[in-house]
């Protein structure tokens, strides 16, 4: 079936040192979300790549869609302890099923 | 608006009997969402709705699940009869579109003892 992969699977950093997560697909994608859920919370949607090569920044986060359109990554810039939580990529192919992968989960130490 | 909600917040269950999740999805939203998540097995897509008719059930796990949307502004999640292996938090996602943002209720947790 289709399937996101998402690695690492966990990652414990000092404030102030980047982090980057990363999401593989093994077909061909339509567009790809990238979602944040904090402890004890619910998946937050941050924002959706649709293009090949797309770059996208909000403030510290820089997210990419690869050229193939089967590969995506998310890179956090000097983490702050506000950015504790899980980051989740979520593939959505032409059937229209958006497919969340593992999760990456940041802990940061101040 | 008032986002994604779902009802309860919390579920404690004896195994065997019957669950009942509700959902109401944001107004105006086409596509609703029904998701599991637990820590050994992430976030799973279980069936999803477009103009409340069912697109895909696949990911639902056996017949003891089951799930409508009778209206617009209305979805059930039901288990019968539900097993401690039932115990996960349950996620109500919907959006406007298949292909635009899922908004997420708060989700409901269910344990089943």
């Known amino acids: 079936g289709q399937q996101v992969m998402q690695i690492p699977q966990y990652q414990h950093v000092q404030e102030g040192e980047d982090f980057t997560t990363y999401c593989n697909s093994s077909?061909?994608?339509?567009?790809i979300q990238w979602y944040k859920q904090r402890p004890g919370g619910h998946p937050v949607f941050l924002i959706q790549l649709v293009k090949s090569g797309e770059v996208k920044k909000q403030k510290r986060l820089t997210f990419q869609f690869g050229e193939a359109k089967k590969n995506s990554s998310l890179h956090i810039t000097a983490t702050q302890t506000t950015d504790v939580g899980t980051y989740f990529c979520a593939g959505l192919w032409r059937g229209n099923k958006l497919v969340f992968g593992a999760g990456t989960i940041l802990r940061v130490k101040s | 608006d008032a986002g994604v909600i779902q009802s309860p917040r919390h579920e404690v269950t004896e195994m065997g009997q019957e669950v009942t999740l509700r959902c109401k999805p944001i107004?105006?939203?086409?596509?609703l969402f029904w998701y599991r998540q637990t820590m050994m097995r992430g976030l799973e897509l279980l069936i999803y709705f477009n103009n409340n008719v069912p697109i895909d059930d696949s990911g639902m796990p056996e017949d003891r699940f089951s799930a409508k949307m009778p209206n617009a502004s209305f979805s059930t999640l039901k288990i019968q009869p539900s097993e401690p292996r039932d115990s996960a938090v349950y996620f109500c996602?919907?959006?406007?579109?298949?292909?635009?943002?899922?908004?997420f209720g708060q989700g409901t947790r269910l344990t089943v003892v």
């Open positions: 996602a919907s959006s406007k579109l298949l292909n635009t943002e899922a908004f």
């Open positions: 077909t061909t994608l339509s567009n």
């Open positions: 107004s105006g939203h086409n596509s």
